[in-house]
């Protein structure tokens, strides 16, 4: 990493609760989403450079395009347009977490490059702006905080005082088209979610219980596995487990990290193949 090399954090998001309330004329989904980020996640370093320059390194560099398509590239082009900044950028991403999982992945790596640019250009932009047209759920991976996600995603309540979590992120290998899930989907026009106010994790886990992710029935239909990695959660102890975003990433709520790196051992022990990562929704910025 150069000296001038900015380092973001692309967190994983875990979607606690994702109702699909309706669907817009354009086919993009209507959606109430209580969202939060981890500790865990994969890493951006952008820096200014002779010429254009793009690395992958990391557990799941097998699996990341290296073209045009790539969100990474796709958040450097649009700033670019958006500002006039044509300066050149030696862009590395580390890919610790697996792709098309549910989990932000790409989303909040073209997130982080746009914090890393917004540091780094005194252009101005309107940043949630770029970050909608990249996807849904950049603009949450952008603010990277604990929100109410309306809209298709874009419209941010952010939370102060929800409760730190304890998490296990179990993935059992399986990537799974988010396009395909929502069409999967039996019903569009479901319930809100309910009036959001805890106070601590158990309150937390209460209000969970009557909530739902409306893409889990679908995505199990297609991969049943998620069903597995959710029963190994629950028999290391998990006090609640759910699907996150468009599957297939399962999370599990435990009294504690210490707790949560147990089980997360006990499942990678008995799952070598499986993602399987302990972690937490506090990190520093
Ligand atoms: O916006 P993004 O590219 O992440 O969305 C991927 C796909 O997921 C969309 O093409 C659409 O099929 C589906 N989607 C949706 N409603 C949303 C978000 C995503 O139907 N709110």
């Not at 692309?10 to 981890?38: M, W």
């Not at 051992?265 to 193949?273: M, N």
Request: glycine share 8%.
């Amino acid at each position: 990493m150069s000296a001038q090399a900015l380092a973001e954090h692309a967190p994983a998001k875990i979607n606690l609760a994702l109702h699909v309330t309706g669907q817009r004329a354009d086919g993009y989904h209507l959606l109430e989403s209580l969202v939060v980020f981890c500790q865990t996640g994969d890493r951006i370093s952008v820096s200014p450079s002779d010429e254009d320059s793009f690395r992958v390194s990391g557990r799941y560099v097998a699996d990341v395009p290296i073209d045009g398509g790539n969100l990474v590239l796709r958040a450097r082009d649009l700033f670019r347009e958006a500002t006039g900044d044509g300066r050149s950028l030696s862009i590395h991403l580390e890919k610790n977490l697996p792709v098309a999982s549910g989990i932000g992945g790409g989303s909040s790596d073209a997130a982080a490059v746009l914090r890393a640019l917004r540091r780094l250009s005194p252009a101005d932009c309107d940043w949630p702006l770029l970050a909608l047209k990249l996807g849904a759920d950049v603009p949450m991976c952008l603010s990277a905080k604990p929100a109410i996600a309306r809209g298709v995603g874009e419209e941010l309540e952010t939370l102060d005082g929800l409760p730190v979590l304890a998490l296990v992120l179990v993935n059992p290998g399986v990537g799974v088209s988010t396009p395909a899930i929502f069409k999967a989907l039996a019903t569009r026009e479901n319930p809100p979610l309910p009036k959001l106010q805890v106070r601590d994790q158990a309150g937390l886990i209460d209000w969970l219980r009557e909530t739902r992710n409306d893409l889990e029935p679908p995505a199990l239909a297609f991969a049943p596995t998620i069903g597995v990695a959710q029963d190994a959660l629950r028999s290391v102890g998990a006090e609640f487990m759910r699907m996150s975003g468009s599957g297939a990433t399962s999370f599990g709520i435990f009294p504690s990290l210490d707790e949560a790196e147990t089980a997360a051992a006990e499942i990678a022990r008995r799952e070598p193949d499986w993602f399987v990562q302990a972690t937490t929704t506090e990190f520093a910025r």
